[in-house]
């Protein structure tokens, strides 16, 4: 295989194409099978594709390549066309293969009629086993030399549904001892008696993927077709179905490397099983790599096409790790997403030396690194709840957060000091009792002592109570290239779900409103499966990263 890696491979061919006069114009395509939902593999595709075609004034297709009705299904197809528009792409038009079926069909009685395809009576596992191997050339099949007017026939009366399921396939007649296994002989028709979502019951026979994509580009115009790299030994067979069938249009196939991300499965048919076994919740959980799951989760549009810009066309496989795709997300919200105060584990401190009956409002800013967003009021009084995790009765050195006799920060509000412990019977902390220091309020320009940690919280009174779902990736191997066994490798622990509270200004939040809280991470309002009322944050990510970009 060559190892060409260069992030503009396509652009230079298309360039080039269009200077020497090869074509006049460029149409791409981004051809899914709507068998399941689009995952981020699929979004570097689009992106490649729409962003090509608009770089020199093309066009891009979405075409539904339905040829295998088994498993293809009209919610997949809604999914895809939404996922794509959420991505911030139009297509110029809308396809389904399966409106070529009738002219597929003509162009393999065109093959026959040429003496260049034949009806074959073998079973699926007799053609695998004549196939021969790469040390091995294939054994012709017995029904290799029917004539034209026979196999017109059995063609014609496999369509008519004669013949079971198996009974019969139409095959190409090509060269058994072509070096390239995919040009001996390939099943170009194979028999099922299925309902498609689109043509329903009026075929029984359907075109195998190696004839049907070649025809769908031809059909189209498409002039530069984009495959993974997979499809490249196919790439003979792609360019004899266009040639033996006499199309018009001559597209071209061009193959790139898949995107594989760590920790992640990236195949519809592999994140199906995710979801027909109830592994997650729907298509769209929060932990898949689908779009629909990323989008549910909080990542934005214009971060998955910056993550999927970034990692460009190579010609060899790789994988990318998440930390890349986490890296777009906190780029892009770190100025737009409002920084608030959120308790995820709270514990109640009750500041004993504060008025009883009073509440202040203290100025806060919405975003520290971008003025623009202005400030917000927050309220402060004798009761905040803070993080369980930032008290603790034995601290260890260094500790610069809550415990007995020492002193904090709470962030924009005043300096608290712990005085005393209340716990329930069975021992554990439940009440925090605290004086703080009126001096110390924040940008009052205090400057008498320094305190080495500051922590957040939330005024207890009008804080508004709120689940928070925490996420760690979905699978636990690092290496996935095994991915056979990928089942066996659910991470147990990958939701967390905790009960707290967020700052009153944020009671009113919208699914898809995305804040960043303070310390915690970035995080989205759930979109759906949500208790009647009840605000749902899903975390995006972390703050912390140790993935810098190029
Ligand atoms: P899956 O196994 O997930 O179903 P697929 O390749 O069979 O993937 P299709 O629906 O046939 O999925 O793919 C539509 C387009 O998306 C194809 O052009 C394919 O090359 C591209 N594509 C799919 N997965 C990836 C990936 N991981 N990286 C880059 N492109 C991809
Ligand atoms: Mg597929």
């Known amino acids: 295989m060559e190892n060409k890696s260069s992030s503009n491979f396509l652009k230079s061919i298309i360039?080039?194409?269009?200077?020497?006069?090869?074509?006049?114009?460029?149409?791409?395509?981004?051809?899914?099978?709507?068998?399941?939902?689009?995952?981020?593999?699929?979004?570097?595709?689009?992106?490649?594709?729409?962003?090509l075609a608009d770089e020199f004034k093309g066009k891009t297709h979405l075409r539904f390549d339905d040829t295998n009705p088994a498993k293809e299904d009209t919610e997949y197809v809604e999914s895809i066309k939404e996922d794509v528009l959420w991505l911030g792409y139009e297509w110029d038009d809308l396809f389904f293969a399966s409106d070529y079926f009738e002219e597929m069909y003509n162009r393999a009685v065109l093959l026959i009629k040429k003496g260049k395809a034949y009806a074959c009576d073998s079973t699926v596992e007799e053609i695998r086993q004549m196939r021969g191997s790469l040390i091995e050339v294939g054994q012709s099949s017995p029904y290799r030399d029917r004539s034209v007017e026979e196999n017109l026939a059995l063609f014609e009366r496999m369509r008519q549904g004669e013949f079971k399921d198996g009974q019969k396939v139409l095959r190409a007649k090509i060269d058994m001892s072509s070096p390239n296994i995919n040009m001996r002989d390939p099943v170009l028709y194979r028999i099922a008696h299925l309902t498609h979502h689109n043509t329903g019951d009026k075929w029984c026979i359907y075109p195998?993927?190696?004839?049907?994509?070649?025809?769908?580009?031809?059909?189209?115009?498409?002039?530069?077709?984009?495959?993974?790299?997979?499809?490249?030994d196919q790439r003979p067979l792609y360019e004899w179905v266009i040639r033996e069938c006499e199309m018009e249009n001559i597209p071209h196939q061009y193959e790139f490397a898949r995107l594989n991300i760590t920790n992640t499965v990236m195949s519809k048919r592999k994140l199906k099983q995710l979801v027909d076994n109830l592994l997650v919740d729907g298509w769209n959980d929060p932990r898949m790599p689908t779009i629909s799951g990323l989008r549910r989760r909080g990542y934005t549009a214009d971060a998955i096409r910056n993550f999927a810009r970034e990692i460009g066309v190579a010609k060899a496989d790789s994988v990318v790790d998440t930390k890349m795709l986490e890296y777009f997300i906190r780029e892009d919200l770190k100025l737009k997403a409002p920084r608030t105060m959120a308790v995820l584990e709270p514990l109640k401190v009750v500041i004993t030396n504060y008025p009883e009956d009073q509440v202040e409002m203290l100025d806060a800013e919405n975003n520290s690194e971008n003025p623009e967003m202005g400030t917000r009021q927050i309220p402060f009084s004798r009761e905040v709840y803070i993080e369980q995790d930032d008290f603790t009765e034995n601290p260890p050195a260094k500790y610069h957060r809550l415990f007995p006799g020492n002193e904090v920060r709470l962030k924009n509000a005043y300096f608290i000091k712990c005085n005393n412990i209340v716990k329930d019977k069975a021992g554990k902390v439940i009440e925090l009792q605290c004086t703080y220091d009126p001096e110390t309020k924040s940008g009052s320009g205090f400057t008498g002592r320094k305190v080495k940690g500051t922590i957040h919280w939330v005024e207890a009174s009008q804080a508004v109570p709120a689940e928070f779902r925490l996420y760690e990736a979905l699978i636990l191997d690092e290496d996935m290239t095994d991915e056979a066994s990928f089942l066996e490798h659910i991470n147990p622990n990958s939701l967390e779900i905790l009960h707290g509270f967020v700052e009153p200004n944020i009671k009113d939040s919208k699914p898809q409103d995305k804040f960043q809280f303070f310390r915690h991470g970035y995080f989205n309002v759930d979109s759906?499966?949500?208790?009647?009322?009840?605000?749902v944050f899903n975390r995006i990510v972390s703050l912390k990263s140790s993935f810098e970009s190029k």
């Open 15 to 51: 360039d080039e194409d269009l200077k020497s006069g090869k074509v006049d114009h460029i149409i791409t395509r981004f051809p899914p099978e709507p068998n399941g939902y689009l995952h981020i593999g699929h979004a570097k595709s689009i992106v490649l594709n729409f962003e």
């Open 208 to 232: 195998m993927y190696g004839f049907a994509h070649p025809l769908e580009d031809a059909i189209e115009g498409v002039t530069h077709s984009i495959c993974t790299l997979e499809f490249e």
């Open 528 to 535: 759906s499966n949500t208790p009647l009322g009840q605000l």
